[in-house]
């Protein structure tokens, strides 16, 4: 049988300074985000997209996505056009809802669709407001959902709103990322 060895308080201690001396000496220093754009970038201006799509709405939904991601990883802070502080925002995102497009992908027995999927294609940008430079610049970005089917309208209709929701969760975050990883 083996005996365990007790390490004591200072040997943790000892090996933790050591490991901390290690890689300060490397040069390793852990990188801010927020730095990414420069010290002086807080915000950025979320302007509503142009919706070129048939779905009603979608351009609200993407708004919200986009607010809640950005409030959520809280690197900078989201604003609105009709804000008083958007003028002091150093970014800009603004995009077009290019297009949805509804397919079914599954079917019954007696050719009823069962599941239906929809794609949404949207382009954006990010540019900074005082020099017009784009940061991100994403065009023809496709994202799909698959949904239940269902003859009834309002249960179809509910259903294709809650995977409308998931693309605009997932695209906000895709672009999220995207945006902080080109630095």
């Known amino acids: 049988?083996?005996?365990?060895?007790?390490?004591?308080?200072?040997?943790?201690?000892?090996?933790?300074?050591?490991?901390?001396?290690?890689?300060?000496?490397?040069?390793?220093?852990?990188?801010?985000?927020?730095?990414?754009?420069?010290?002086?970038?807080?915000?950025?201006?979320?302007?509503?997209?142009?919706?070129?799509?048939?779905?009603?709405?979608?351009?609200?939904?993407?708004?919200?996505?986009?607010?809640?991601?950005f409030v959520r990883r809280g690197l900078l802070k989201p604003l609105y056009q009709a804000d008083d502080e958007s003028s002091r925002s150093?970014?800009?995102?603004?995009?077009?809802?290019?297009?949805?497009?509804?397919?079914?992908?599954?079917f019954s027995s007696v050719e009823l669709s069962l599941e239906d999927r929809i794609d949404v294609v949207i382009s954006l940008g990010v540019q900074r407001r005082e020099t017009g430079q784009l940061v991100l610049d994403r065009r023809d970005l496709r994202f799909s959902e698959r949904f239940l089917a269902s003859a009834d309208p309002n249960v179809?209709?509910?259903?294709?709103?809650?995977?409308?929701?998931?693309i605009s969760t997932r695209a906000a975050s895709q672009l999220h990322d995207e945006l902080f990883q080109q630095f």
């Open 1 to 69: 049988m083996m005996a365990r060895v007790k390490r004591s308080p200072t040997y943790t201690k000892l090996a933790s300074i050591c490991a901390l001396v290690l890689a300060a000496a490397c040069g390793y220093a852990p990188v801010d985000p927020r730095g990414v754009f420069g010290a002086d970038v807080r915000a950025i201006e979320l302007q509503m997209f142009e919706n070129r799509s048939t779905e009603i709405g979608l351009e609200a939904m993407l708004a919200d996505a986009f607010q809640e991601e």
């Open 156 to 166: 179809y209709e509910s259903n294709k709103e809650q995977a409308l929701r998931r």
């Open 90 to 106: 150093q970014l800009v995102l603004s995009g077009t809802i290019v297009a949805t497009i509804l397919e079914p992908t599954a």
